[in-house]
C-alpha cells in the first residue's frame, strides 16, 4: 500500500486551511441588553422576576418540564438537586466515572456516598446493568450523564429507578437540546440538571440551571440556596423558613441570565450545524477502524455536542500511542487533543481513583463534606472494566460548528491518512 506523507514528515498539510470557528457564543444584542438593564442600575434581581422568569419559562419549555430553577453554575444545580432528592449521610449515589468531577462532588457535599458504574462502550454514557448491579438498600439516587450530548438510553433507566425506588437525576450539562425517544433530557428524571457556563450550547458565561416537574423538589431547591424568592417564588408553599435559606447563595447574575436568554434563542441553529457536521465527520470516516465518532444512542437525538469525541483504536493504527497519533494529526492541520475526563490530573487518575472519592477524608479539609465513614469507604468502586480502556483510546475536536462543510472533511481525511500510514509504518513512529 502507498501512503501520501505525513505532513509531520515534510509532506503536504491534508487540510487546506486553518482552524477558525466562525460561531459566536455572545452576540452585540446580548450585550445590548446587559448595558440596557446596567444603565437603569440594575444588576441584581432577587425575587428571579424579568429576564430570569423569561428564561426559566423558555428553559422549562425547552426541556418540556413544570418549573425551572437557574442558578450560578452547574456544580449548584446538581448539589441542590442532590440536596433536594435526600442524599444524606448513609446514602449512596450511583454515578458513572467517567464524567467531569462536578456530576460527583456534590454528592459528597450532602454527606452521601458515591458508588461509581461503567459505562456502554458505545456511547459513553452510563451501562443500565451496571447501574443496576450496585443499587444497594442505601441507593438514594442514580445520576446519568449525557456525555458529549449523547443521550443515556432514558427508559432502561428510569424503569430502573422505578422498580428500585430511587431518585433519577441527570447531568444535561452537555447535552442541551437533546433528546431521547423524542422526548427531551432533563424531563426523564425527577430533576435534569445544566452547567450554563463558559462554552456550553447555552451559555451565560457562568450560570446553570434544574428542571423538575415536581413541586416539592423544586421548593427543596429553592430553600437550599434562593433567599429572596422562598416568600413568594415556591411552587407548593412547602416550607416556611422566615423566607430565610439554608447558608448558601446559588442566585444567578442577571447579566450572565441576559447572555444565557441569547444563546438560548440560537440553540437550534446551533444544534443543527453541529448534528450536520458530526454526521459529516462520520460519513468522511466510514470503514476507517483506527478513528470513530462515538455512537449515538439508537433513538437519541444529540444535542449540545461540547465537543466532538472520536474513538482511537491504536491496532489499526500500527500500534501508534494516542500522543504519537495527535502530533501527527495536528501537523496535518486538523485541531485534535486528548480526550480529558479519562485521565485526570498529575497521575492520570480515573476519578474514582481520585483522592478525594478515595483516601482523602473530605471533611477534614475544614468544613462539613460528608467525611467518610469506614463502612461507606467506596468500596463498590472497582470493575469498571470499560472505563479502564477510555484513558489513551478517546480523542477531542472542537464542536464543528459554523465551518466550511470542506474543513470537516478534509479533516477527517486527514485523520484518515494518519491512521494509514501508522498501519503501514508497521510499529514504527513517523520518521
Ligand atoms: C458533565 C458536567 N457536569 C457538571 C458540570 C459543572 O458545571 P459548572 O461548571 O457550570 O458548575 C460540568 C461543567 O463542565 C460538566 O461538564
Redo the contacts with the bound molecule.
Keep these: 500500500m502507498t501512503t501520501a506523507q505525513l505532513a509531520i514528515d515534510g509532506g503536504t498539510p491534508a487540510v487546506s486551511r486553518r482552524y477558525r470557528e466562525r460561531w459566536r457564543s455572545v452576540h452585540l444584542r446580548d450585550l445590548a441588553a446587559i448595558v440596557r438593564y446596567g444603565y437603569r442600575d440594575v444588576n441584581t434581581i432577587a425575587k428571579g422576576d424579568g429576564p430570569i422568569a423569561e428564561f426559566e419559562q423558555k428553559f422549562a419549555a425547552l426541556t418540556r418540564t413544570r418549573h425551572a430553577l437557574a442558578m450560578n453554575?452547574?456544580?449548584?444545580a446538581?448539589h441542590s438537586a442532590y440536596f433536594a432528592v435526600g442524599v444524606k449521610p448513609g446514602t449512596e449515589v450511583i454515578v458513572p466515572s467517567y464524567?467531569?468531577f462536578?456530576?460527583a462532588a456534590p454528592i459528597l457535599q450532602c454527606g452521601g456516598t458515591p458508588t461509581f458504574c461503567d459505562v456502554d462502550a458505545r456511547t459513553l454514557t452510563a451501562d443500565p446493568d451496571d447501574v443496576e448491579r450496585r443499587i444497594t438498600p442505601r441507593t438514594r439516587a442514580i445520576c446519568v450523564?449525557h456525555m458529549w450530548g449523547n443521550p443515556a438510553p432514558m427508559d432502561r433507566l428510569a424503569d430502573i429507578a422505578r422498580r428500585h425506588g430511587v431518585a433519577l437525576i441527570e447531568?444535561c450539562?452537555?447535552a442541551h437540546g437533546a433528546s431521547y425517544r423524542g422526548r427531551p433530557v432533563g424531563s426523564w428524571g425527577d430533576i435534569g440538571c445544566f452547567?450554563?457556563?463558559g462554552v456550553k450550547a447555552v451559555s451565560g458565561g457562568?450560570a446553570?440551571i434544574a428542571v423538575t416537574n415536581d413541586p416539592l423538589l423544586f421548593d427543596r431547591m429553592l430553600v437550599l440556596g434562593h433567599y429572596g424568592r422562598l416568600k413568594h417564588g415556591q411552587a407548593k408553599s412547602s416550607f416556611a423558613t422566615d423566607h430565610i435559606s439554608l447558608g448558601l447563595k446559588y442566585r444567578p447574575h442577571v447579566y450572565a441570565i441576559l447572555l444565557a436568554l441569547g444563546t438560548l434563542s440560537r440553540l437550534d441553529e446551533l444544534n443543527r450545524r453541529r448534528r450536520r457536521n458530526y454526521e459529516i465527520l462520520g460519513a468522511e470516516l466510514a470503514g476507517c477502524r483506527a478513528v470513530q465518532p462515538i455512537e449515538t444512542t439508537p433513538e437519541a437525538n444529540r444535542g449540545g455536542f461540547l465537543e466532538f469525541i472520536v474513538r482511537y483504536d491504536p491496532a489499526h493504527a500500527g500500534g501508534w500511542s494516542c500522543r504519537t497519533f495527535i502530533k501527527a494529526a495536528r501537523a496535518e492541520g486538523v485541531p485534535i487533543a486528548e480526550e480529558r475526563y479519562a485521565r485526570i490530573g498529575d497521575q492520570g487518575h480515573m476519578l474514582h481513583e481520585s483522592p478525594v472519592f478515595t483516601t482523602l477524608d473530605v471533611s477534614a479539609l475544614g468544613g462539613y463534606l460528608g467525611g467518610r465513614s469506614a463502612e461507606l469507604a467506596p468500596r463498590r468502586n472497582g470493575g469498571l472494566p470499560v472505563t479502564q480502556l477510555l484513558a489513551g483510546r478517546l480523542m477531542t475536536l472542537p464542536p464543528f460548528t459554523r465551518v466550511p462543510e470542506r474543513f470537516v472533511r478534509e479533516c477527517a481525511r486527514a485523520l484518515r491518512k494518519v491512521a494509514d500510514a501508522a498501519a503501514a509504518a508497521g510499529g514504527r513512529g513517523p520518521t
Excluded: K
Excluded at 73 to 76: F, L, V
Design positions: 453554575s452547574g456544580t449548584a446538581l464524567t467531569f462536578a456530576s450523564v447531568d450539562s452537555h452547567s450554563l457556563q457562568e446553570g
